[in-house]
């Protein structure tokens, strides 16, 4: 069983920035595909970011790409999610999921894949 620990979300200006951390409860960490989630209000629940903890291949979706950077830090156990440039459409609250199996590149953005999830954190961007 893993756990998974979100914090860092927030209220912010457009234009502005957060960082997102994910504390993971697993001993195997650095073999695990990492990805942040968001859903906002009425909609599903959309990929933003993957990284594979045992190579650092990231992933990215178009509409945050150039803006947003997901890291991990083994030592910690821990996977972060940089919010740059935030727009009003970012606002959602964000989820880290984990999978601590294999992981192809297209898995990264499918949530089925992530066998493990937080509870997710709010991040609100206000014009």
């Known amino acids: 069983q893993v756990q998974l620990v979100e914090s860092g979300g927030g209220l912010v200006q457009a234009g502005g920035s957060l960082r997102l951390s994910c504390a993971t409860s697993?001993?195997?960490?650095?073999?695990?595909?990492m990805g942040w989630f968001r859903q906002a209000p009425g909609t599903e629940r959309d990929f933003v970011a993957g990284?594979?903890?045992?190579?650092?291949?990231?992933y990215y979706a178009a509409s945050v790409k150039g803006r947003f950077d997901i890291s991990t830090d083994n030592a910690k156990n821990t996977v972060y999610l940089q919010l740059n440039s935030l727009k009003t459409e970012d606002t959602a609250v964000y989820y880290c999921?984990?999978?601590?199996?294999?992981?192809?590149?297209?898995?990264?953005?499918?949530?089925?894949?992530?066998?493990?999830w937080g509870q997710g954190t709010q991040v609100t961007v206000s014009a």
């Open positions: 990284i594979s903890a045992s190579d650092s291949n990231t």
């Open positions: 697993g001993r195997t960490f650095g073999t695990y595909a």
């Open positions: 999921a984990a999978r601590n199996r294999w992981a192809y590149s297209d898995y990264y953005a499918q949530a089925d894949k992530y066998p493990y």
